[in-house]
Every structure is written in structure tokens, then in C-alpha cells.
């Protein structure tokens, strides 16, 4: 099956991305100047395709999240994924060995919607991609937030927290809040890092990869 990226638009260079990091606030969350963080991706050359990406070392997810931005709203974490920082990229998912690094050709995999992230991982695999990791998902909102629409979200399954040896049975999602329960009137329509069960289907969740 060919896969086409959701978005066709060519991306900004690896310069005019890291400025979007830096004015989304990445150097206060990451504890470093602008002007180190500009040297972390010297070297790096995009494609018209290419996502800088934050590794986990550089910035915790938890304190990503919060940079993302839509209508206004700030990005959030639900308050029972206090946890989220210590799900690490699953097997079969190698991160470049670098701070910030590029992400290329990045699908939301909405044709698989509906689908359980059980269901997923496997025809990702096999059309020679691999999931996103939560970092990467946040990452390519931090450059193109108009990739998180209503009805068409994602999961980033690349993602997995390990308990007592054996995977952890949620999986982290990005979605629009509907500023119901506990998330609050406020954050309607604000960027919601969640989970959802391995083993369940909804109908406004992707998967978001990347090629291998």
C-alpha cells in the first residue's frame, strides 16, 4: 500500500523550525539558550518533507505538551497519565543519537481509524513504517498545529511505558479536548496528551508514523 503524508505542503528549513521552537518556549522547558539549541541541529539537513524532532533527553514530554498551542489554548496532560515520562521509545523503534533530529514523511494514519493500537502496530510494520514516539508527535504539532484536526487526531504508539517487565496496557494519544470532566470548560479545544487502552477502537484516532 503507498502511503501519501497528510500534509503536501513543503516544511520549513531545519533554521525556520528550530525559531518556531524556540518561540514556542522549547529553551525554558529543555533548560538551554536559544543560541544552544540552534547549535543542537547544526549539521541537520531537511528534506521538503522533514520534522525536527525533540529527543527525549532534550525535554521531557510532560513538559513539552504544554508548548502546544490551538486557537489560543495551551496544550495539556490528562491528570492520571502522571506517569508519562517514563513510557520510552518500544522495540523496533530507533532514536537518532542526537538532542533534536529529523522525522521524515510523517502519515496520521487516519485510514486506520477505529483501529486498536493492537490491530496497528503490525500493518505499520508491514507497509515498512514505523509509529511515531509521543516526542515525535509533539514535535510535528510544534511546526504544523493544523495537523490536529477535529474528528482526525492520533495515537503515537512508538511510545510504551514498561511495568514489572511487560507493556503497559495504554498507549499515548494527541486529541482536541471537548472540555468536559475533568479536563474543564476552559480547555475545550485545547491540545489533550492522553491515553487510550491497547486493545480499543475510536473512531477519531490514527496512527501516526513515519518510514523506517
Not at 78 to 90: K, N, S
Not at 132 to 146: A, D, K, N, R, Y
Amino acid at each position: 500500500m503507498t502511503i501519501t503524508p497528510v500534509s503536501m505542503t513543503p516544511t520549513p528549513t531545519v533554521r525556520e523550525q528550530v525559531d518556531r521552537l524556540i518561540e514556542a518556549g522549547l529553551p525554558a522547558a529543555a533548560g538551554v539558550s536559544a543560541e544552544e539549541l540552534r547549535s543542537l541541529a547544526s549539521g541537520l539537513r531537511a528534506g521538503p518533507d522533514s520534522i525536527l524532532a525533540v529527543h527525549p533527553r532534550l525535554a521531557a514530554a510532560s513538559a513539552l505538551a504544554p508548548l502546544l498551542s490551538r486557537n489560543g489554548k495551551r496544550g495539556f496532560v490528562v491528570g492520571d497519565l502522571t506517569d508519562l515520562d517514563e513510557f520510552t521509545a518500544i522495540d523496533g523503534v530507533e532514536l537518532p543519537d542526537r538532542p533534536l533530529y529529523l522525522v521524515h514523511a510523517i502519515d496520521r494514519g487516519d485510514d486506520m481509524s477505529n483501529w486498536s493500537p493492537a490491530e496497528a502496530l503490525p500493518e505499520i510494520t508491514a507497509r515498512g513504517r514505523r509509529p511515531l514516539t509521543v516526542h515525535e508527535g509533539i514535535s510535528w504539532l510544534l511546526q504544523q498545529p493544523e495537523q490536529l484536526q477535529p474528528g482526525k487526531c492520533f495515537m503515537t504508539i512508538g511510545s510504551r511505558l514498561i511495568r514489572d517487565g511487560a507493556l503497559d496496557a495504554r498507549t499515548p494519544a494527541i486529541w482536541i479536548s471537548g472540555g468536559t470532566g475533568r479536563d474543564g470548560r476552559a480547555r475545550r479545544g485545547a491540545p489533550k496528551l492522553g491515553w487510550c487502552w491497547a486493545g480499543n477502537r475510536h473512531t477519531w484516532l490514527g496512527f501516526a508514523s513515519t518510514p523506517r
